[in-house]
């Protein structure tokens, strides 16, 4: 189970700490800064299968994501080294995750155009470690050193496992090749196989619209393309009545049907036969992704969903709270969300962990 986030310098975030339990809520209102969570796991997610760097460039670069709240513009008018760093130079992003006692932890800022074997854009990796407390004291099992990795085996020596690495490349993606450190291959499979679900595209021209062959697929994608392949596999594989019953419990009178010709269908109580996606509502589309998401066969083992209630009428959000509840008893679950409503539905009946945001100086904070 993932225990522990940290994050530094990331958007509004300039140094947050939070506590995960098997089902945590981070509520707070639109802009505050919910998603700078949710997308700093995401970034973790992307260090372990080594597009750290690449999805730090889709979001516009390391000069568009560090912190650059007003405290931080305080300090640059008082501090000659903070106004180099608010010109760029040095500025900073950290990032680390605590799992089963073992921490993974990056520090990632630009390329010296000087001294560094980097290209403009790439984010570099500065320091890399995996470190476990035991006994009261931290112990390296991990570290990074420039192009350089070193892992303890299982002799309890540290030795060299990577000595080509570029900048921009993280040590946990590779370094978890080698079958002689097993503590950082269950970190990178820790990370790597969670999964985040954002907003499902359900425009006319979405693949989630599109019928496509049904091949048994145990958990849905992070888009959502597979959606009905998912449901067809549990409908398949599996007593499907607990999936019928999420169904019914959001659109009473409602079923799943299987069938060569449409695949996965609705049947709605009120009409003779069942809607392929092809016709059905934005809303029921995304809602069936979710149950997609969180019925699946063999759910991963943390899943982050972020403002599920987005699109959904409010009729939706006692059921949404009632699928997401009774997954977390599967698997774990962070959900990011502004709805009120749904929190305190998961807390009074699913015992969640509920995180309160707000922001102060345009830095986001737990209250």
Known sequence: MIEHLQ????RS?????????????????NGVGKTNIYRGLELLHGASTGQLSRMIAAEGG?????????AWRQAS?????????????GRTLKLA?????????????????????????????REETLTLLTRGRSVKLMDRKGPACFVRNQDGRMQ???????????ALSRSAERAEAPAVITMQRTLARARFYHQFRTDVGSPLRQRRPDLCTTELSSDGEDWAATLATVMLLAEDVALQEAVNDAFPGSSLVLDEERGVSLQLPEFYRPFAAAELSDGLLRYLCLIAALRS????????????????????????????GEAAQRTQILVVTHSERLAEMLDLDFAADIVRLEKQQGETRII
Do not use: K, M
């Not at 975030?13 to 209102?29: E, F, Q, Y």
């Not at 008018?77 to 130079?89: K, L, N």
């Not at 605590?98 to 560094?116: A, C, E, F, K």
């Open 297 to 324: 066969h063999r759910p991963p083992e943390f899943i982050a969903l972020n403002e599920p209630e987005t699109s959904l009428n409010g009729d939706l959000i006692d059921p949404l709270a009632r699928l997401i």
């Open 62 to 70: 390391l000069s568009s994501i560090v912190w650059a709240g007003q």
């Open 97 to 125: 995750v605590t799992s089963d006692g073992t921490t993974y932890g990056l520090r990632v800022n630009g390329p010296n155009p000087i001294s560094d074997a980097a290209l403009p854009n790439d984010a570099c990796i």
């Open 160 to 170: 060299e496992a990577l000595s080509d690495l570029l900048l921009s490349e993280t």
């Open 77 to 89: 008018e008082q501090d000659t080294h903070a106004r180099a760093r608010r010109q760029g130079q």
């Open 7 to 10: 994050i530094e310098g990331y």
């Open 13 to 29: 975030i300039r140094s947050l700490h939070l506590d995960l339990s098997p089902l945590t809520v981070v509520l707070g209102a």
